[in-house]
């Protein structure tokens, strides 16, 4: 699946949210093969990483260090910051509830995501795997055609079904279920919505692939020696799926935790997640040492993260090995 | 342990009948090999039998019990893979334990049956490995320990020593055969490999085009083959062509394409003029020399000579086009390359086929 691994790439990088792509870019080079290695047919390989190498550095690497330098200043208000270099910012930004706070809705929502989303991926992903073939091919270009809609358009697509006058709750109040419309806009409900319309595609596809890694004779084995599917699920597919369904949570919670259009549009100003706090320090209050610490913990924090849950699942393996071993 | 039955199975998909009127009885203990091209219709019986595929038409027993439509989980049945389908995140104990562990046996019990079966594929000391640390051999036994775990009614086989090297696949032959000997279960393998299948097969089960072209032992099927395609398929074989002259008391003078004539019985069934085949084994075929005055000698130009250790194969080529494969003992000088040779044949040897294919001899 070629097309899913540049989408990864083109989403991490926009949300700004997973350092690993910047590592990834940058690794090759520093310790990558002695340069004098040429292949068979006497070309340089390396030499081609070398424009990659420079647009990252100037467009992102740069920048962002320029961000993390301007974290560690002070700011005396309409976009000036002080000369020395202190670690105000992050203490202001620790010890302050509403940032705190800011911070687990962030996580909190994310997390919301990335369980919805394997729960209603997983099962898709896997349909259309088994399913296979011409059919499947179109399903999932349709799918991934829907990631080129613009996020703005999707968005305020949804207005429609989910709006006070919304589909929806034309249908309760129709139902008189209720005497007032739920609002369902303009809350973290509405950001859960807007973050699982944009990362279910990508997560959907990366399952596809997971998917198709596990032999259908696998299950039909289990079959035969009794298992019946809920068994088979549980016993065969899962424990199969299980490193696929991680790397696919993990890219759908960087993607939820770097987004702002979402929480913009569909959370109305009134859900307060990082990326709207660092969008509101740095372009309407002009504190851009804020804006920048924000965004420096922002991107430490989700990193911290990937490398605990992959270093808790892979720790967890080790030790079934070794009490199996042992 | 229990027989298989197929009465009247087809496999309709769209408008080709993969699998056709198949009628098959393995009885008890007995190990059949269903032989065939690829797209014969013999892994899709195979699956008919596990369950994976209903049938369009017909019914299948296992001991005597319908179980046409049962689930493949109820079917008590063991299967091994082409691919082994071993549970990759599972050691070997934990693979053979699964089919038990299905069926709530209790641990102490699960705990001696595999053990049990790690002794009988001999891999005592590897329970606890995992299963993607093994070689293509060792997974090839524990696919089958874990098959025979369940002490299933019957074992099913799909091409399951494909994976392996020349050797490795002789050496598992046996010990598949011997073990199958030993637990006497009813076994239905199938493989494209028509040595494979003359090697480990009580009875073979010959089929093309979805259809079963012949069920019979291997000796059977290689002496009295019923038609053409069985008679190609199962050992080396030449064909020839040729045409009916006369006939009389069920004897037939027959004018093949290069030139030979031959009195052969045919029965009563055919008629002068009609096309037929006549095949002959290569070991029925003898070089004669560069020249001799037997009338009936075939000459043709040596093209090449294959040395095989015990034997050598020659290819002789027909003034009529035809090439024709004949099998000599090694020791003799081979003629030269290019140079004219007699080639003589036992008649009585030969098998004649009628215009569609079907036998005309032992009728």
Redesign the interface.
Known sequence: MPSCSTHVGKHSMASNANPACCYRLTAPAAGGPPRSRRGRTGIRWEWFLWPSLLVSLVLLVVPQANFVWLSFHGDLGLGQVSAGLTAENYARILTDPFYLSAFWLTVYLSAMTVGFGLMVGFPAAYALARIGGWTASLLLSLILTTSLITVVVKLMGLNIILGSAGLINRAILALALTSSPIPMLNNEFGVFIGLVQYTLPMMIVLLFGVVQTIPVSLEEAAAILGATRAATYWQVILPNAKAGLLASGLIAFNMSMGAFTSAVLLGGGRVRTVPVLIQQAIIQDTDYGKGAALSTMLVGFVFLINVAVVAVSVESSRKRRWQRAG | MASVSLHNISKVYGNTRIVDDANLTVNEGELVVLLGPSGCGKTTTLRMV???VQPSDGSILIGGEDVTYM?????????V???Y?????M?VAENIA??LR??RVGRAAIAARVAELLDLIQMSARG?S?VTALSGGQQQRVALA??LA?SPRVLLMDEPFGALDVRLREAMQLELTQIQRRLGITTVLVTHDQQEAMILADRIVVMANGRIQQTGTPDELYHNPRNRFVAEFVGRNNVLSGRVEETRNGESLITLRCGMRMLVPTGQRIQPGETVAVTIRPQHLMIAGTRTADADALTGRMEEHRFLGNVVHYLVRLPSDDVLLVEGAAGMAPPELGTDVSLTWRKDRALVFDARGQALHGE
Do not use: S
């Open positions: 596990a369950g994976f689930a493949p989980r109820l079917r008590n049945i063991g299967m893979f082409q691919d389908a071993l549970f990759p995140h050691t699964f089919g299905q069926r606890d995992l874990r098959a369940v």
